[in-house]
């Protein structure tokens, strides 16, 4: 906790310096990007050591018991994950354990089952080629530049506060264009999240086995999902596909940790390690509602909808509608920034999704979840080993070297998420 609490507080200092001293108001790519990036790493490394040296292991949650560092990284070790050239400038975050896994050459290994129900670990006897994921990405990075550079400029943010627009364009127009003008503003951070992907693939890091297909995956360290954020029905299924590795940084430094209310907790986190700026505590803080009763509807009347297919049809699509406008709603004071256009835009929407949304919350129940009980992503791992299993094979393997523990693990991991 002190090394998340000094590595967040250096990194607000940062914040508060770019943004009240040098460029307030402007999104540029100084220190304070690779300042994010390695508090991410950082925290996580922290708790990371704190799981797997100082906790006892039936106290820790799945995803705490695969990701736990059970011996005190080198220096070289800390410093090469920290700074390494793959992951400096846009990440994406990953754990320590998948990056030593990648540098010890250990990535490449595979766990298949048998016939007979038993697993056998198979070693590749070569090392799978990236080209076609790179080349994709690629080409994914070029299109979104390309949209960045053409469309997005014609369809300003921006244009939702300006006072001829708001006084003449009808509200299905107004919210339309809120829509287009939020999705214009993505692709650049398609562009950005995609290209950092690229690179690490590019360098052999990222490879996550291979399909029931035995085509390769590259997309262990992925940070979007494209087609699931357009195409999201839920505020939930935005969120998993969007800055995926931060959101999964969060999960694990914040909400399975937290000990009152996670959702509100892991939503401030968020704004202060994005920076200083009020429009982003305005976005996160209206995330909250946004988050909690989506999550209420979701719970008490999606059931009546799924029986029938035709009826789950347009049950997705008004969801569909619904979601692309709460979010748009949600991150335009991410875009304005300053208190003032953010203010500007609720009010001349009156706050419609803000009291919407408390409504919601007073009518319908919200049911509470267990933290760390739902199965997170594609890549979160998940484990079908019992508790007794696991402890047998840490006892048989630590008193010799750590390496051996974590690389069988490592394997489970990777194969059970592959499964999944």
Known sequence: RYCFVFALGYLTVCQITRVYIFDYGQYSADFSG?????????????????????????DLTPSQRCLAVRRMPSLLEYLSYNCNFMGILAGPLCSYKDYITFIEGRSYQLQQSEANGKEDTKYEQTDPSPNIAVAQKLLICGLSLLFHMTITKTLPVEYNIDDHFRATASWPVRFFYLYVSLMAAR??????????DAINNAAGFGFRGYDKNGVTRWDLISNLRIQQIEFSTSFKMFLDNWNIQTALWLKRVCYERATFSPTIQTFILSAIWHGVYPGYYLTFLTGVLMTLAARAIRNNIRHYFVESPAVKVCYDIMTWMATQVAISYTVVPF????????????????????????????????????????????????????????????????????NSFSQKQEITCRYQALKQ
């Open 34 to 58: 690779p300042m994010m990036i390695i508090t991410q790493k950082i925290t996580s490394l922290a708790f990371e050591i704190h799981d797997g040296m100082f906790r006892k292991n039936e």
């Open 187 to 196: 692709p650049k951070y398609y562009f950005a999240w995609t290209l950092a």
């Open 335 to 402: 875009v304005l920034l300053s208190v003032k256009p953010s203010f500007t835009f609720y009010s001349s929407c009156y706050f419609c999704l803000h009291i919407a949304s408390i409504l919601v919350l007073l009518v319908f129940p919200l049911k509470r979840t267990q933290k760390g009980s739902k199965k997170h992503e594609t890549i979160q791992p998940v484990w079908s080993k019992t508790l007794e299993e696991e402890n047998l094979l840490q006892k048989n393997s630590y008193s010799t070297t750590n």
